[in-house]
Structures are given as C-alpha cells and as structure tokens.
C-alpha cells in the first residue's frame, strides 16, 4: 500500500510564497516519476508540475512557470512544490500524485497513486 501526505498548504497573499511537501511510503520512491495536481472549485483537477526519477528532468504547466519549482529528496522520499509570486487563481487543493513512469508525465491517468490533498489560498 502506497501513502502520500502532502503538507504545506495555507492562506497567503497575493506575491507571497508557499512550499508543499508530500511524504511517500510503501513504495520504491525514488524508481518512479512524480507530480504535483490542483482542483479548484467547480474544475476538473489539473496537471501543475511533475519531475521524473531522479530529479533531472521537470515539466510545468504554462500558468506556473517561472513561478514554481518541483523538486524531490529521494534520501527523503520527498517530493516538493516551492510556489512563488502566488495569485489568486493558484487557489485550489493541491494534490501529488506518484507516476507509473520514470520520465515526468501530464496525464492524470498516468498517475497511480495520490495523496489527500492541501488546500491553498491566495487571497487579493
């Protein structure tokens, strides 16, 4: 059984910063690629960000880039999402997901495992 526990999540101004972590146990972490996923209110859940095996390659969605950094520690079987100059429209629950893949991947069916979800906030 695969557990992911994502943290981090908060109300914050616009311009201000987060960081989400999402904890991983029960599976071999660092064979697989990982990915970061939001739903807001009323919207399908959307690709945010992925990065495959060993942290050399990553993929963003347009809306974020240059805005937020994937990372992972696989001495931690952590995976990371730093999230900058945050707007309003970023406001969603964020979820990470582990990847049947080792190469980052968007499609959500791609995804096998998920965590509970964060909420994040940015208020105006």
């Known amino acids: 059984q695969v557990q992911l526990v994502e943290s981090g999540g908060g109300l914050v101004q616009a311009g201000g910063s987060l960081r989400l972590s999402c904890a991983a146990s029960g599976r071999t972490f660092s064979r697989y690629a990982m990915g970061w996923f939001r739903q807001a209110p009323g919207k399908e859940r959307e690709f945010v960000a992925g990065?495959?095996?060993?942290?050399?390659?990553?993929l963003y969605q347009d809306s974020v880039k240059g805005r937020f950094t994937i990372s992972r520690d696989n001495a931690k079987n952590t995976v990371y999402l730093q999230m900058n100059s945050l707007k309003p429209e970023d406001t969603a629950v964020y979820y990470c997901?582990?990847?049947?893949?080792?190469?980052?991947?968007?499609?959500?069916?791609?995804?096998?495992?998920w965590g509970q979800g964060t909420q994040v906030t940015v208020s105006s």
């Open positions: 990065i495959d095996w060993n942290g050399g390659s990553t």
């Open positions: 997901a582990s990847s049947q893949t080792i190469v980052a991947v968007t499609s959500r069916n791609r995804y096998v495992f």
